[in-house]
């Protein structure tokens, strides 16, 4: 096991980077939406949905 983490530890690095800003991607969408802000800029009257 540990010759194998060994052999690999670029793209054990690599991918515990890209899933921690993952993580803290999903959890700004996230707060952001609970306290009522929008992607688009919060203009709705110009919103044609």
Known sequence: MFDWL???S????V?????G???V???RVYR???RGKNS???NCS???R
């Open 6 to 8: 060994m052999e690999n």
């Open 32 to 34: 952001d939406a609970t």
């Open 40 to 42: 688009c800029g919060g």
């Open 15 to 19: 991918s515990a980077i890209v899933a």
């Open 25 to 27: 991607a999903i959890h």
């Open 10 to 13: 670029g793209t054990v690095f």
């Open 46 to 48: 110009c919103c044609r």
């Open 21 to 23: 800003i993952l993580a």
